[in-house]
């Protein structure tokens, strides 16, 4: 059996062509990798030695080489295939270690120029790859440090790779291609290279958007039971995201599940003390602040125990017996947390069903308010994508604009800037009252402000809970006066908006009139 080992990253490479080695295996190598397995005592062919052709161009040129891929791509149930390469004087090549250039960290860097990234387009590894993996049958192609130990366990014992393992090895490299020539494609496409000589300009959308996604798993359904649905991955998902999560009991997440659980984990993460989020058909209906898990989750589960019932819980702080104790007394999906105590879970395992899930916060901690964000955010339409960086603005005190002749205290300042963040999680368009850390009510997704107004006094109205003197939110400008009067008239009397409107100061004026504090923040948070 021959090995054909041309790598990049040397990580892992010794040991493993050490093994392969002790099983009598001949090593073919190239460049720096025939050095280091030379300078370890293996004995190794070097490529060109083997093609009696020197590498040139400066190691552009090296396994380009009928003698390296007629042994890879022979087919050796064909008698003519193994006629031939006798013919020529060609072994097979039967076990392909490869990886490439490093093209995705050097574009990472700041500063890459061009012409460092186009040194690092590998060609004759892709070459190799693709000529080992279509010979799925006779070849077995590693392009992963982390494939060597399988690998190498299964030849030690039983001599070979099965069919299953290098079919499965051979849709790892085509992926692992298939992931490169896109990124490679999408650095290319997003340069505007200027006639007049000076470097290129990357731009933040490439010429070609080439997404690759990693299958977590398939689902029961999708959003309906006609529909059929499977959960992905980014390629490097960041760390503190939904994909990150581990599920410690219940059953399997439903497609409605992932989505709501997502707009919860995004929006308690938003918060740098204790806080709970319980989400229900993508939007909010409670979220609030406490000392701990316990007051927070009853704060928030008070703005509108109706829809609480069967929501999506998230919290971003541990749960502890008690707090798991009174979440347990209500019917749940799901349940999220940075960490459980040994006594929640014990307490959780009493309701089989709750899907309880485990994720870590971003490692800037959950102060860092994009950390684990997405950057960009897609949204599939007809035959098309709409492609978007992602809402990440922060709202910060010295952003906000008081307008009115009303100040909000500091205490009004605080809840304005909670009930901001909030309503930047609500569908628009959003109303969202609250005080003292607490939504109090959630008015979302409505064609018209107005409604969403209406129908978060209503909601308040039926948890029994009073909005007088709450501070309200509300995602976008208040294009007339009308949406003002229903929030004040429920008891606001301090409004957080936008501005931007044409009639901006016939609101402020309805605001004085009124006897409210108003503050523009400058930013919209549509959530379509």
């Not at 399988?150 to 099965?162: I, V």
């Not at 505007?192 to 290129?200: F, H, K, N, R, T």
């Not at 964000?373 to 897609?378: C, M, S």
């Not at 100040?407 to 999680?425: G, H, I, M, R, Y």
């Amino acid at each position: 059996m021959n090995a054909l080992l041309s790598v990049s990253d040397k990580t892992g490479l010794l040991a493993f062509a050490q093994g392969l080695h002790a099983l009598g295996i001949k090593l073919i190598s190239t460049g720096g990798t025939a050095k280091l397995l030379a300078s370890q005592g293996l004995p190794v062919t070097e490529v060109a030695e083997l093609t009696s052709f020197p590498e040139m161009l400066d190691g552009r040129v090296k396994t380009l080489h009928p003698t390296v891929h007629g042994g890879l791509l022979a087919r050796r149930d064909l008698p003519e295939h193994m006629a031939a390469l006798a013919a020529h004087g060609i072994d097979t090549i039967d076990l392909l270690v490869v990886n490439l250039y490093p093209f995705e960290a050097t574009v990472a860097r700041p500063g890459c120029s061009l012409d460092d990234a186009i040194e690092n387009i590998d060609i004759g590894g892709p070459a190799m790859v693709r000529s080992g993996a279509k010979n799925w049958k006779n070849v077995g192609v590693l392009t992963d440090a982390t494939q060597y130990p399988a690998a190498l366990a299964e030849l030690q014992a039983a001599g070979h790779l099965s069919e299953k393992t290098r079919f499965a090895l051979a849709v790892a490299a085509f992926n692992r291609i298939s992931q490169y020539d896109s990124a490679i494609s999408g650095y290319l496409s997003a340069l505007d290279l200027p006639e007049d000589g000076q470097s290129p300009v990357r731009q933040l959308f490439p010429g070609q958007a080439n997404g690759c996604f990693i299958k977590l798993q398939d689902l029961r359904y999708g959003e309906n039971p006609h529909q059929q649905a499977a959960f992905y991955r980014d390629l490097h998902p960041a760390p503190g995201s939904l994909v990150t999560a581990r599920q410690l009991q219940g059953k399997e997440l439903s497609y409605n599940n992932i989505a709501d659980a997502d707009a919860a984990w995004e929006c308690v993460k938003s918060f740098a003390t204790p806080a709970c989020v319980i989400v229900k058909h993508a939007n909010p209906c409670g979220v609030a602040l406490g000392e701990h898990a316990l007051a927070a989750y009853g704060r928030a589960w008070q703005t509108d125990p109706t829809s609480a019932f069967g929501g999506i819980i998230a919290l971003n702080c541990p749960v502890d017996g008690p707090a798991a104790t009174q979440i347990a007394k209500q019917f749940v999906e799901v349940l999220m947390a940075p960490h459980y105590t040994p006594e929640a879970l014990a307490v959780l395992q009493t309701k089989p069903n709750v899907r309880v899930l485990q994720i870590a916060l971003p490692p800037g901690g959950d102060t860092a308010w994009a950390q684990g964000r997405n950057a960009l955010d897609i949204k599939r339409v007809g035959s098309g994508l709409l492609m978007q960086t992602a809402d990440n603005h922060q709202l910060r005190l010295a952003d906000m604009k008081v307008v009115t002749r009303r100040q909000p205290s500091p205490e009004q300042l605080q809840d304005l800037l909670f009930a901001w963040t909030v309503a930047q999680f609500v569908k628009s368009n959003a109303i969202v009252f609250c005080s003292q850390g607490m939504t109090l009510a959630v008015g979302a997704g409505q064609m018209s402000r107005l409604d969403s107004a209406r129908i978060a006094s209503i909601k308040a109205g039926h948890a029994g809970l009073s909005l007088q003197d709450a501070v309200v939110a509300s995602d976008a400008f208040f294009p007339f006066r009308d949406g003002l009067d229903v929030v004040v008239d429920a008891g606001a009397c301090c409004v957080i908006q936008p501005g931007g409107s044409l009639r901006d100061q016939e609101v402020i004026d309805a605001a004085d009139e009124r006897g409210v504090a108003m503050v523009f923040s400058g930013v919209r948070h549509f959530r379509h």
